[in-house]
């Protein structure tokens, strides 16, 4: 089993929906980082976190250290929002090492 | 903003070629890391470095080595390159220290080995 699960895979949507992608895991961690992969590779740190909430425009991330669950919200979503988003975990031993999810495909059609 | 650069966007080698894959950031970061992606598996650890001339192997150090002469530049090397290293290699830095710091990638290299 994976030490980091999201969930969905894929997901396709309209334009304007709210998106809720989620991430689940199993060790302990310092942190949990929240990253967007366009279709040309490169990959965008979005979010670290370690507690709480964040947000940062039309995107928020929330954390629950209990539960070991994150999800990473887009509201009023857009095409341009469609790309790869992909969970990763701080371990608590490992320095800045991190271990990461294998992704969510998301599509937003006009 | 932080700038991680990789030499290469696409490359394509033969078998048993000798690859070597550059990268180079320019924010003075002590960290620096190699991955590989791949569809269905995700990023995958294959070596990093906590300063130069140190490095510790990944998850997946097997047919890589890697070398760090200089600070701010962080070399991927296949040794004979084969098939099942055709992926996508992605480079990352970040600064050192206790409290958790965001990691800069780089845009990437898409590798094809024949």
């Known amino acids: 089993k994976n030490e980091v699960e999201q969930s969905p895979q894929n997901l396709t949507a309209q334009e304007g929906e709210f998106i809720t992608i989620n991430c689940s895991y199993s060790?302990?961690?310092?942190?949990l980082h929240w990253l967007q992969q366009h279709p040309g590779g490169g990959i965008v740190s979005l979010f670290m976190?370690?507690?709480g909430k964040k947000k940062h425009g039309r995107l928020i991330a929330t954390i629950n250290i209990q539960e070991k669950h994150s999800s990473l919200h887009i509201t009023a979503s857009h095409p341009r929002d469609s790309a790869v988003y992909i969970c990763?975990?701080?371990?608590?031993?490992?320095?800045?090492?991190?271990?990461f999810g294998q992704g969510t495909r998301l599509t937003i059609n006009p | 903003d932080v700038k991680v650069t990789q030499s290469s966007r696409y490359l394509v080698k033969r078998t048993g070629e000798k690859v070597f894959l550059e990268c180079v950031q320019d924010?003075?970061?002590?960290?620096m890391f190699w991955y590989r992606q791949d569809p269905g598996l995700g990023l995958r650890l294959i070596y990093f470095?906590?300063?130069?001339?140190?490095?510790e192997k990944g998850d997946i150090p097997e047919g890589y080595s890697v070398s760090r002469e200089k600070k701010e530049r962080f070399s991927l090397i296949l040794e004979s390159a084969s098939t099942n290293q055709t992926s996508m290699y992605l480079c990352?830095?970040?600064?050192?220290?206790?409290?958790?710091?965001?990691?800069?990638f780089g845009d990437g290299t898409r590798l094809s080995i024949l």
């Open positions: 990352a830095s970040t600064a050192a220290g206790f409290r958790n710091q965001p990691q800069h």
């Open positions: 060790v302990g961690i310092s942190a």
């Open positions: 976190l370690s507690s």
């Open positions: 990763a975990v701080q371990l608590l031993q490992g320095a800045q090492k991190l271990v």
């Open positions: 924010m003075d970061h002590e960290n």
């Open positions: 470095s906590y300063d130069v001339k140190m490095k």
